[in-house]
């Protein structure tokens, strides 16, 4: 359904951070993305979702190619989680930011309700509700800003680092949240156990390039290879 093909990303100084990349997500697929800091796995799932210009290559989503769409658009068929929650949360309280998506599509206020107590129920989080968005703490904001995108109901999921700075409950309940859901997701991960444990794909990015894309079982437990890829 998500199909990326020759993806190049360049920043404005020049850096090229996506070089080359291809592969296809299918339906309810869930794929860990893998590689060192600056591999360019964040640059990657910003560049899918509109927020960075390809300098070469295509998206496209269900057949449809993504650069001929807007990104309010493509954000309706794809949900993003980034890597600093900072970035995802800007209402005054918390269930105003799940709600904001809903909101934005057009649902019917009781639907929006719905969808809120449900993101916020399935992970755990409703005593957050009424929190200011702004005070929680680095792991609440986490947990805050993935319910913010779940309630999008979105197609495809794309989650940059999403159990960084998370106790070991608020993990378990992400973890057996993205395994219930009917989504397919593309999850950007250090936590080699998480990776494994709910994908059973990853691709492994190396300086921008894909070097490997195979059975997690394979490429997790071959650690010279992990090595080599600076993992
Ligand atoms: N705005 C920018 N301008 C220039 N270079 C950038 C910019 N943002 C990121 N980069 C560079 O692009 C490369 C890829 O960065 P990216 O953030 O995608 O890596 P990452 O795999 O997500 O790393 P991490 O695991 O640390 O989150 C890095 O070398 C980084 O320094
Ligand atoms: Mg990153």
């Known amino acids: 359904m998500l199909e990326v093909r020759g993806l190049s990303v360049t920043y404005p100084d020049g850096k090229e951070a996506v070089s080359g990349v291809s592969f296809a997500l299918g339906d309810d697929e869930r794929v860990a993305l893998i590689g060192a800091n600056g591999a360019g796995k964040s640059t990657l799932l910003r560049s899918i979702v509109g927020l960075l210009p390809a300098s070469a290559g295509e998206i496209k989503m269900d057949g449809v190619v993504l650069s001929n769409i807007s990104v309010s658009e493509i954000r309706r068929k794809i949900g993003i989680v980034f890597q600093n929650p900072d970035d995802q949360l800007f209402m005054a309280n918390v269930r105003d930011d799940v709600a904001f998506g809903p909101r934005n599509m057009g649902l019917p206020e009781d639907e929006v309700g719905r969808r809120v107590d449900s993101a916020l129920g399935c992970l755990g989080i409703s005593h957050l509700g009424d929190r200011i968005s702004d005070r929680l703490s680095v792991g609440e904001k986490r947990m805050a800003g993935i319910a913010s ?59 921008g390039r894909l070097r490997a894309d ?6 997790l437990s071959d650690l010279k290879k992990l090595e080599s890829y600076g993992l």
């Open 149 to 207: 995108v779940l309630s999008m109901s979105p197609n495809a999921l794309l989650l940059d680092e999403p159990s960084s700075s998370l106790d070991p409950r608020s993990r378990r309940a992400l973890m057996d949240t993205l395994q219930s859901l009917p989504h397919s997701a593309l999850i950007a991960t250090h936590d080699l156990d998480l990776a494994g444990r709910l994908c059973p794909r990853v691709i492994i990015l190396q300086d």
């Open 214 to 219: 195979g059975p997690s079982d394979e490429l």
